[in-house]
């Protein structure tokens, strides 16, 4: 049953609420039994629902924990394609990484040649 539905099922029972209130003497005990009996099944109804939208809403929280709360998707793996690389070492500066595959395990190697200041003096004395 939806949040609606709990909503409605409440309406009705505070408007068989409010109609027993008002019920003069002279009305018979079997008139006003039948009537908290209709008061009875409807707060059950509205019971029941509130409890399922209250397991619904727990539910999505924590789909949306575990949306939230988990690691961005690595780059793609080069060997079995799964997005699930990450860098597990870095050396000289880091200019040299090591990543790893969480699914495969294999190990790719990546070199940044950085740019300096003497990079192009030594490529120009290369040529």
């Known amino acids: 049953m939806e949040l609606g539905a709990a909503l409605s099922a409440l309406s ?7 109609t027993l209130r008002g019920i003069q003497q002279n009305y018979d005990v079997a008139s006003v039994r039948a009537q908290m009996s ?8 509205a019971r029941i629902a509130l409890a399922d939208a ?3 809403i727990a539910e999505q929280n924590a789909l949306i924990k575990e ?13 079995c394609g ?9 050396r ?16 790719k190697d990546v070199r940044h040649d950085l740019p300096g200041p003497n990079r192009a003096a030594h490529e120009a004395r290369g040529r």
């Open 12 to 18: 009705n029972a505070m408007t068989l609420a409010k």
């Open 92 to 107: 000289m500066n880091a200019q040299w990484e090591v990543w790893t595959c969480g699914e495969c395990h294999e190990e």
């Open 38 to 45: 209709e008061i009875y099944d409807a707060l059950a109804e």
């Open 67 to 79: 949306l939230q709360g988990g690691p961005v998707p690595g780059e793609p793996c080069p060997y």
């Open 54 to 56: 209250k397991s619904m």
């Open 82 to 90: 799964a997005r699930a690389m990450r860098m597990t070492s870095q």
